[in-house]
């Protein structure tokens, strides 16, 4: 195996934790390189539990300023904005405002026909769509005026 750093990118302890659990179910049946992997991930940890991570600086942005951002920049009739969890959900004629809500970071989910926007914190790990009824009934919604 060639040396490469099999824990790119990771930058704190769960990261590399779910990294080293998703390489030994892809290489569960080499030693040579399960072994080569516990002692970077060993290393890793080692170096992180005596120190702290280092994180790339990103400023994070709360619910209720990207409401206000996108308040100060979409000024359109006919859109729907609602908070559902942690989340932001603009539905309805937004295809006019598509560039403005892709420079904000809101993402378009196709199943759902609705924008979106969360922190990276708060990502779903669902690997199947879930419908938007479903997630509002589970987490509440409130509409905001925009």
């Known amino acids: 195996m060639a040396k490469i750093n099999q824990f790119f990118g990771c930058s704190s302890i769960d990261e590399i ?3 080293f659990d998703e390489l030994s179910k892809v290489y569960k049946d080499q030693d040579e390189i399960l072994q080569i992997l516990k002692t970077e991930y060993s290393t890793l940890m080692n170096v992180l539990g005596e120190s702290k991570p280092f994180e790339i600086v990103k400023e994070k942005t709360s619910l209720s300023e990207k409401i206000k951002e996108l308040q100060e920049k979409v000024k359109q009739e006919g859109l ?24 904000l970071d809101f993402r378009y989910s196709p199943d759902k026909k609705s924008w979106y926007w969360r922190s990276d914190e708060n990502r779903s790990s669902n690997e199947k769509p879930i419908p938007l009824e479903m997630i509002r009934e589970k987490y509440g919604t409130n509409v905001v005026a925009l």
């Not at 729907?80 to 560039?99: C, H, M, N, P, Y």
């Open 17 to 19: 934790q779910l990294r």
């Open 80 to 103: 729907r904005l609602e908070i559902v969890g942690q989340w932001l959900w603009l539905s309805g004629a937004t295809f006019a405002v598509k560039d403005v809500l892709k420079a």
